[in-house]
């Protein structure tokens, strides 16, 4: 609980651009008005140029990190997928839409914001770029913890990596934390079974 008695949370990721967005719309400087403007705007530009007007965004993203092309990005980009290489560059594919932001796209993206924005305001959030290690060593015993890691031998490539000593770690940190906590993963495809849900 906060000092003011409504409910908190700390919502932490080593990815700093979904941080940013989010406490941009914590700060005020991301408002659903400014939504609406950027993406009508690069919206109509990318139905003129096409795929040619995503890259250049992408490579504007990847040089100043803006938290309004990341979220332009991230809803033109593949399947909406957040991916990055080696360097640090977003490197997903164009979803090869260019009327992706059609205005009714873009009443959808600004109403998720407003509401996103209705809820932060409502209770005490904060956000932070730092790893899981912190987090946990930060948490007390009262808290819990959502934690929703990458899916270990799928999708890994998310922003920093992800292997099985990072899962195994993760594993010994929850393992030692006094209060509770809910661990997101992938169980099972088609094809294979999750073998660390039963590892560990």
């Known amino acids: 609980m906060s000092r003011h008695g409504a409910p908190s949370a700390v919502s932490c990721d080593s990815n700093p651009h979904p941080v940013n967005f989010y406490a941009g719309i914590a700060t005020g400087k991301i408002t659903p008005e400014l939504v609406k403007e950027f993406l009508t705007r690069e919206g109509e530009v990318l139905l003129s140029k096409g795929e040619d007007h995503y890259y250049f965004v992408r490579e504007r993203f990847n040089a100043e990190h803006s938290p309004l ?34 205005q009714t796209y873009v009443t959808k993206i600004v109403n998720q914001v407003a509401w996103v924005s209705k809820i932060i305001k ?23 913890i ?55």
């Open 69 to 102: 092309d990341f979220l332009f990005v991230n809803r033109a980009g593949f399947n909406g997928m957040i991916r990055f290489n080696r360097k640090g560059g977003f490197n997903i594919p164009f979803c090869r839409k260019p009327q992706r932001f059609a």
């Open 146 to 200: 959502y934690r929703d890691p990458p899916c270990i031998e799928r999708h890994v490539d998310y922003y920093n990596g992800w292997d099985d000593g990072h899962e195994r770690e993760l594993f010994d940190r929850l393992s030692g934390f006094a209060g509770k906590f809910i661990l997101s993963t992938w169980h099972r495809n088609d094809y294979r079974e999750n073998e660390y849900v039963k590892g560990l």
């Open 122 to 144: 409502a209770k005490e959030f904060t956000f932070k770029c730092q790893d899981f290690n912190k987090t946990i060593q930060d948490a007390s015993p009262n808290d819990i």
